[in-house]
């Protein structure tokens, strides 16, 4: 036994040499790591945090490191709410959303910080805050994702209003919803206050939470769902549809933009973009992303596999074959009126007003 | 030496206070007292005593939150959430509990009792499952099984199974799947307890029995399994409390049980309402916990025997080829298949360029915070054993029972407790791998403890007195003598709290700063997201590793 | 000049009422060894562990060599009292090897040297590399012997050192331990329950029970002339029959045995009640003897024959144990015909 503990030992003697010397040779790999001739500790360190997908987003952050030198700490997956929490003990210099609602809460709540980047003027006025402390890049759509081979566009409901309608719960398979805490939802469900007022927005809730036959932790099990034929639509940003149109399998589906029609509300709207932090560890650096990202070939980068529409469509961002014929232009679209921006006043309310509703923010 | 500093100790207390010297004789000698004549040194206590609060902290603070969590909050949870989280924590500890004393007791018994070929074998080859940590194993049954997975399309392909049983409904994403999963890599805990009670079962009972006309299965019911009753008790409480503070197998396999739910809330930062679930497991987890020093109390009574002799080993015969697939049957689920499945997707990702910079930063990441959290597990295990060991008292074993509180509770907790304290009062470690590295100190601490114990328990205090005895004071005896012959064990320990940190799952997610992703934080993420690619090399990674201490593993029990 | 002296030292221990040393005064004289005998919980370990400083008296006073280690005023630590330890385990530190063990405590500059001088002092000389587990109990044992004395100290204190060795190695190492001692010139303390290994080895052998000094004397005398019932029966086998002085002072009269002669009376007064006490070995089996008895019950145990015999007399019975030659053969009933040698015939006090 007394050999056993001596060769368990040497383990774990080795294990820390092995980690002294890791932890050394970090710093001095780290310039060949960034291939370029600036080192990490010239350039310095800029931290994200992300609540958009990480694998839309890390391919952005690793360009930017690549051509600055800059290195990224990263934090994806990140809440809102965390920014708030950290407001005594900043962290962030950067934090990306795909709901720009979550940025104009947190604008509202002082913890942004307003700047004039080179490049702003290209991001329309009603896609960024008035002191630019947040900005919008890409945008997205509700609608419905549909499995062709359950159901046909006539059948389809094309209006929001129609999921008032308990039949929906009736087709094959029926549809398909997230939890109420998405970005996404949440953004949808502003708008709807917005347009309706709380208590019909309330009902709405209510009957789309009985009806629907699932409810996702998000968008892409909605999708992957719909094209196995599992559930005959679901309700999702437009890209989702992009993105299963590139899948290899399960890839027979179409895509509904809601209430085009005449005297109809018109599609609800949201945007990803970024803000600044107030106060972040590396506002230099934070600066120079801005710019950066304002730069026409980063933000086609930015949407990069997540397929949503770029606001500045002249860009070019580019789309697979498959889903290049179903691209509709932002501009092309009967959009909601309510300005985007506007999104952050509902933020906070509109989450209570969905658990008080009976919709969870999380799964069960 | 000791005494002198407490009563100083105790003089400094009352400096300008005026006490009568009756009063400080009284306190000296209560002190004296407590320490049975024998108090330790002041630094040594001091240190002791520390190192129990940071132990604590953390749980005492969500309970102190939750009870701030307000009326409105506690009504709303106790009557929409906690009943169901209760029914499906419950549900689901109980079911694994049974199942995994139903398979490790035969298996243990299969192996040690019976005649089946490759017996030495076949007694490492069941315990592997345990160096797989569960959520490792659900990533693989999702691969497996999951909606998009090789069973569906197998099923699908095979015409007679769709005629039959019509279109593939195995559903892994339900509660069945997460209890076939936490069961199949959980049961080595019962396994491996039940081999050893049934390894030291003397055969003279039996033989007593069979002389009293008793027929095997007589013996079986009557004599083994009632003799063996506290070793499957003692197995079935690891693995509840496992699956009690499981959130890796569980979040992945996406159902909720308390542990997902204290997460998902705090992810949704409703911080209070995470504390006011963290206080229902709490109060869960010491059921347990007071069950096992139930069981605990009546295994002494068991242990009488002084002529030992070996059990005897029953002959299979016609049963040979069930049991052999039976045995072997577990060994493809829990270790063949799974290991299959990540290596095949480790080949497919290294082709595709998985094993990059990014792969190597993660595994370093794993590397730092594990190897801080076991340096630092070593350095606070030393001086609380030494207490324990050598100054028994009631402060001792308080010291003692404080440094298993991290332990004993969920990974949530603790990194719960730690978003508290460190957000609110120590921000400068807040956002820093070292807070990662902190909560494993606080969470497998007694691991190294335990090491650590075992060596010094063979060191006779006499050892301590005969270096006295020859010129050495105490402190240099703790240098020259205790030191040199607690480091093996707790060189072990420290190796054990390593390979537990690199497996942690929760508190890393919980508490990790940006940029600071470990192997465990990248299996999670890539497989939520399906990309067994990325997720298997990893994956991978962590199991090669964790079979390092296996071997020790064996001999613990 | 004494080299360990105990002045009425008193422990008692937490927890419990009844002292585990009461008033204690014990002198050793320098170069002798002397053993604590006695019962289990007699005080015996406690009152080695009190002179090595591991316990601390309530009263009295302890001094080695001449100097106050232990009083109401001074207290002088284990480690600078200079004492060597043998403990019952032995307690080698697991970690070094032979050479450093017995090396552990000396740091002068010819620590070599002493090393290898102890080592063949125990007869160990190429071990210097072993480990202690690649002992035997007999070689752990010098090692235990060669560290406690490597430093020369004042006193050696041994604590039941042969209690874990087998019978016929605690022979060797009772003849083997005095040797080393002697040619080391130590004194020292054996505590042992064993009145064997106490008779072996001792130059005095004190008798303790309940934490009291029942008796202090050499080995012969403490055999010889017990002096009250407890040390009759510990120490060896013993007879004891009831009895009353006569009134020369020279012998004590028996109702059962008649007239007994002693050699030592203890200053004892005529027409006292007393006790005697007879070990077996003065029973003497003889034809021409003037005493007789009934053969109750016999053992035959190789070496001897160990035999109850009933002697009745004035209506009375008493049963006596005597060792008869093993070349006899005696039958149970059988009348046998003895005398009493007054060699191992003492009077003890009747308690």
């Known amino acids: 036994m007394f050999t056993k503990k001596k060769i368990l030992a040497f383990i774990m003697m080795g294990i820390l040499a092995i980690t002294a010397i890791g932890c050394s040779s970090q710093t001095v790999a780290a310039p060949d790591e960034e291939g370029v001739g600036t080192s990490v500790e010239e350039a310095g360190q800029l931290v994200v945090y992300s609540a958009r997908n990480e694998r839309f987003v890390q391919a952005l952050l690793d360009k930017f490191s690549e051509e600055t030198g800059i290195e990224v700490l990263s934090l994806h997956g990140a809440n809102p709410l965390q920014i708030l929490e950290e407001k005594n003990n900043v962290r962030a210099d950067i934090f990306i959303s795909n709901d720009l609602g979550a940025l104009g809460y947190l604008h509202m709540e002082g913890l942004l910080q307003g700047s004039n980047p080179e490049g702003i003027e290209t991001i329309p006025v009603d896609f960024r805050a008035d002191d630019n402390a947040y900005f919008a890049i890409s945008a997205r759509s509700r609608g419905f994702i549909y499995n062709k081979d359950l159901i046909t566009e006539e059948e389809m409901p094309k209006s929001i209003e129609d999921l008032f309608d308990a039949n929906w719960a009736e087709v094959e398979n029926g549809y398909a919803i997230t939890r109420g805490g998405n970005g996404g939802m949440i953004g949808h469900v502003s708008a709807l206050r917005y347009q309706w007022g709380d208590e019909k927005t309330t009902d709405w809730i209510t009957a789309i939470k009985e009806n629907a036959a699932g409810i996702y932790e998000g968008h892409g099990d909605i999708r992957r769902a719909v094209g196995a034929g599992e559930h005959a639509f679901g309700l999702v940003n437009n890209y989702y549809f992009h993105q299963q149109l590139v899948e290899p399998q399960n890839n027979n589906v179409a895509f509904i933009y809601l209430d085009q029609g005449e005297g109809q509300m018109g599609v609800v709207a949201n945007a990803a973009g970024v803000g600044l932090v107030k106060g972040g560890p590396n506002a230099d650096n934070g600066a120079i992303f801005l710019e950066w990202l304002l730069l026409p070939e980063n933000q086609v980068a930015f949407v990069g596999e997540s397929l949503e529409q770029l606001i500045n469509s002249q860009y070019g961002a580019v789309y697979p074959a498959e889903v290049e014929s179903k691209i509709i232009n932002f501009s092309d679209l009967k959009v909601q009126d309510m300005p985007i921006k506007e999104l952050g006043n509902y933020f906070e309310d509109t989450k209570a007003l969905i658990e008080d509703s009976g919709l969870d923010l999380d799964l069960k | ?557 | 000049m004494y080299d360990i002296q105990l002045k009425t030292v008193s422990k008692t221990y937490l927890g419990t009422n009844e002292p585990a040393v009461k008033n204690l005064s014990l002198n050793v004289e320098k170069g002798s060894i002397i053993t604590l005998l006695g019962p289990s919980g007699c005080g015996k370990s406690t009152t080695l562990r009190l002179i090595a400083g591991f316990e601390r008296a309530e009263g009295g006073s302890i001094s080695l060599a001449g100097k106050i280690v232990s009083d109401e005023n001074t207290w002088v630590p284990p480690e600078k009292r200079g004492v060597g330890m043998v403990f019952q385990d032995y307690a080698l530190f697991p970690h070094l090897n032979v050479f450093d063990n017995i090396g552990f405590g000396y740091k002068e500059k010819d620590r070599k040297s002493r090393v290898m001088e102890v080592l063949e002092l125990v007869n160990l000389k190429g071990f210097e590399k072993r480990y202690p587990y690649e002992l035997s109990g007999g070689q752990q044992q010098r090692v235990a012997l060669a560290r406690a004395l490597a430093r020369r100290p004042v006193v050696v204190l041994l604590d039941e050192p042969f209690s874990n060795l087998d019978a016929d190695l605690r022979v060797t190492m009772r003849v083997e331990v005095k040797r080393i001692l002697k040619e080391a010139g130590a004194t020292a303390i054996f505590v042992s329950h064993d009145q064997k290994d106490a008779l072996a080895i001792s130059d005095v052998i004190a008798v303790m029970k309940d934490g009291v000094l029942e008796q202090i004397g050499t080995p012969r005398e403490i055999y010889r002339y017990p002096e009250n019932k407890f040390v009759a029966s510990f120490i060896g086998q013993s007879n004891i029959i009831k009895g009353k002085i006569s009134d020369d002072g020279l012998s004590v009269f028996t109702n059962t045995l008649g007239s007994v002669s002693c050699n030592h009376s203890h200053c004892m007064c005529a027409g006292e009640e007393v006790c005697i006490s007879i070990r077996p070995d003065s029973i003497i089996k003889d034809a021409n003897g003037h005493m007789e008895g009934r053969v109750k019950e016999f053992t035959y145990t190789g070496e001897t024959i160990d035999a109850v015999i009933t002697i009745t007399s004035a209506g009375e019975e008493v049963d006596l144990l005597m060792h008869i030659h093993p070349e006899e053969n005696i039958k149970t009933g059988e009348i046998i015909r003895f005398k009493l040698l007054p060699n191992f015939v003492a009077v003890v006090k009747n308690e």
């Open chain 2, 1 to 557: 030496m000791g005494i002198k500093n407490i009563i100083q100790l105790n003089n400094n207390a009352k400096v300008g206070e005026r006490f009568s010297p009756t009063l400080l004789r009284f306190f000296r000698r209560k002190w004296l007292h407590v320490w049975k004549k024998n108090p330790p040194g002041t630094g040594l206590l001091v240190f002791g005593l520390s190192i129990a609060m940071i132990m604590s902290i953390p749980i005492v603070y969500v309970v102190w939150r939750s009870l701030f969590a307000g009326t409105n909050r506690w009504l709303r949870l106790l009557d929409q959430r906690i009943p169901e989280l209760l029914w499906n924590t419950l549900s689901l500890t109980a079911a694994v509990t049974t199942s995994t004393i139903i398979i490790g007791v035969s298996l243990a018994w299969i192996v040690i009792r019976t005649d089946i070929p490759g017996k030495k074998i076949w007694r490492w080859l069941l315990a592997i499952p345990l160096t797989i940590p569960p959520y490792v194993g659900a990533v693989t049954y999702i691969i497996v099984f999951g909606r998009s997975g090789w069973a569906r399309d197998l099923w699908r392909d095979t015409a007679w199974l769709v005629n039959v049983f019509g279109d593939y409904s195995i559903n892994i994403y339900s509660f069945w799947g997460v209890f076939f999963v936490l069961t199949m890599f959980t049961y080595p805990y019962v396994y491996l307890i039940a081999s050893a009670s049934l390894r030291k079962m003397n055969r003279n009972y039996e033989e007593a029995a069979y002389s009293q006309g008793f027929s095997a299965s007589e013996v079986f019911w009557k004599v083994n399994l009632p003799l063996m009753r506290p070793a499957i008790g003692a197995g079935g409480i690891l693995v509840s409390l496992y699956v009690l503070g499981d959130f890796g197998a569980i979040a992945t396999l996406r159902y909720v049980t308390f542990t997902a739910a204290i997460y998902f809330q705090r992810a949704a930062f409703d911080t209070a309402s995470a504390s006011v679930l963290s206080l229902v497991l709490i109060f869960l987890t010491i059921i347990i916990l007071w069950m096992e020093s139930k069981t605990r109390k009546k295994n002494k009574y068991y242990q009488t025997s002084n002529t030992y002799r070996e059990p005897l080993t029953l002959e299979l015969g016609k049963w040979k080829p069930i049991v052999v697939f039976y045995v072997s049957l577990i060994f493809f689920l829990s270790v063949l298949l799974p290991i299959s499945v990540l290596v095949y997707w480790s080949k497919i990702g290294i082709s595709m360029g998985a094993l990059d910079g990014r792969f190597f930063g993660f595994a370093l990441n794993s590397l730092k915070a594990s190897s801080f959290a076991a340096l630092i597990c070593m350095l606070f295990a030393m001086p609380i054993i030494y207490l324990k060991a050598r100054y028994p008292s009631i402060i001792t074993s308080f010291i003692d029972k404080l440094s298993y509180a991290g332990y004993a509770l969920p990974g949530v907790i603790v990194a719960l407790g730690f978003v508290f304290i460190f957000n609110n009062h120590l921000p400068i470690l807040y956002g820093t791998f070292y807070i990662v590295a902190l909560a494993f100190v606080v969470r497998f601490l007694p691991q190294a403890m335990q090491a650590g114990e075992a060596s010094l328990s063979l060191l006779s205090p006499r050892i301590d007195e005969a270096a006295r005895s020859l010129g050495y004071p105490p402190w240099k005896v703790m240098l020259k003598v205790i030191l040199p012959n607690m480091l093996p064990g707790v060189l072990s320990g420290g190796a054990l709290v390593f390979v537990s940190s690199i497996k942690e799952l929760p508190a890393t997610l919980m508490l990790r700063p940006p940029g600071f992703d470990t192997l465990a934080v990248r299996v999670y993420f890539e497989a939520a997201e399906a990309v067994y690619h990325l997720a298997a090399p990893a994956a991978l990674l962590i199991v090669i590793v964790s079979i390092l201490p296996l071997q020790y593993m064996l001999k613990k029990y």
